[in-house]
Nanobody
Framework: QVQLVESGGGLVQPGGSLRLSCAAS????????MGWYRQASGKQRELVAA???????TYADSVKGRFTISRDNVKSTLYLQMNSLKPEDTAVYYC????????????WGQGTQVTVSS
């Protein structure tokens, strides 16, 4: 079965950087649209960034110019490089994998906590 395991979260000061990773297994990674969502305490889950199977990227306005999503299809791993972090980036970050055949299937990781605080 599809498994997504995030890592790389932690505590960082404002202005700092973190790199999240998502290791995928049980799937043909290159076929999937991959994404990062986040959910802050008391708020709705929101899309942070996504990358298609062909490498096309999209970003939330709030992270454009600061975050970079990338994928390594050989390693079946998704990344999110986060720079110039702000306290409002504090959230649980989730990795997702989506594929459309006759139906759309979406898989979620367990999440990793990112806390931006001095």
């Amino acid at each position: 079965q599809v498994q997504l395991v995030e890592s790389g979260g932690g505590l960082v000061q404002p202005g700092g950087s973190l790199r999240l990773s998502c290791a995928a297994s049980g799937m043909r990674f290159s076929d999937y649209r991959m994404g990062w969502y986040r959910q802050a305490s008391g708020k709705q889950r929101e899309l942070v960034a996504a990358i298609s199977s062909g490498g096309i990227t999209t970003y939330a306005d709030s992270v454009k110019g600061r975050f970079t999503i990338s994928r390594d299809n050989v390693k079946s791993t998704l990344y999110l490089q986060m720079n110039s972090l702000k306290p409002e980036d504090t959230a649980v970050y989730y990795c997702t994998a989506e594929i459309r055949t006759t139906v759309t299937s979406v898989y979620w990781g367990q999440g990793t906590q990112v806390t931006v605080s001095s």
